[in-house]
Every structure is written in C-alpha cells, then in structure tokens.
C-alpha cells in the first residue's frame, strides 16, 4: 500500500497507482484521458510549467513580486494523477495523494450520496436534482396547455367516437 511520501517508479505502459508529483522523468507523456477526455498523451516534467488559466497550486515567486496566479492541478507539468496510463518514457515521483485524495477520489466523491439532507448532498446530486424539477415542472406546464388547446378546439369528440 501506498503512502504520502512513497517513492514510485514507472515507465510506459504502467498505470498510475496514486498521485505523483515528478522528481525524474525522461522523456514522459502521460494519457490523461480516464481523468480529462484529452485524446493526446500531456508531456511531464520534474519543472512546473503552466500555459495559462486560475485555480488550485501554488506556481511560487517572483522577485520578490509576491505569489503568482494560482494554477489547476490538472495543468501543472509535475503532477500525475492516479488511474492515467504512462504513454512514454519512464521516471520517478512521490506520491502526493492516494485514496479518496486523489483528483480521480475528489471527482468520485461528486456523485457519492452522503444523505438527502439538501446540505450535505454532494454538488452532483444537487444539480440533477434541481435539473429533474426543471424538467417536470416543464412538462406539467406543457401537458396543461395541450389539454386546454384540446379543449378548445373539442378534440374530445374525436376521443369518445
């Protein structure tokens, strides 16, 4: 079983077992799509390299400017993530998260039902929830107003014939 801390070996073809931050990696690309729907392998460094966007890690200073922007997980160059397959190359990481900390246990985690409490629901339930209310309350309002145009234009002779 693995650890925070454990260091993990891989090379192409293996599948990821936990999330990995890269400490040496030659040549890697990783198959992110179980976890992004991305069709192309992302290349992995031992060096965070971002191209854009807000979001969870930390991507450090700058002259003394401050912090930077903060950027997803799933972007950073550094990181791989539990359940991805090692397209190419081979290297080392340290595991940073296993179990229900891994980014595949967070997104787990979403459509796991906890309670009907509307509080503790995770996010996924409630938003299927509130969409299925949408949705009938929708057809409720569609099947009053074809009965009513029935009505009117005496549809219901043709019925009881």
Request: a negative charge; charged letters at 20%; proline letters at 4%.
């Amino acid at each position: 079983d693995l650890v925070p801390g454990d260091l993990v070996e891989f090379q192409e073809g293996d599948q990821v077992p936990a999330d990995l931050r890269v400490v040496f990696a030659y040549n890697l690309k990783v198959d992110n799509s179980a976890l992004t729907g991305e069709s192309e392998a992302q290349e992995r460094t031992v060096d965070l390299v971002v191209l854009g966007h807000g979001g969870d890690v930390e991507e450090g200073e700058v002259e003394h400017k401050g912090p930077q922007r903060k950027i997803p997980a799933i972007e950073a160059s550094n990181l791989m993530f539990f359940g991805t397959i090692v397209a190419s190359g081979h290297g080392k990481g340290v595991v940073v998260g296993t179990g229900d900390n891994t980014a595949m246990g967070q997104i787990a985690g979403l459509t796991t039902s906890g309670s009907e409490d509307l509080e503790t629901k995770p996010p996924l339930m409630r938003e299927v929830d509130r969409f299925i209310f949408i949705i009938t309350v929708v057809a409720i309002i569609l099947g009053v107003a074809f009965l009513g145009v029935g009505l009117g234009l005496e549809v219901q002779t043709v019925v009881q014939a």
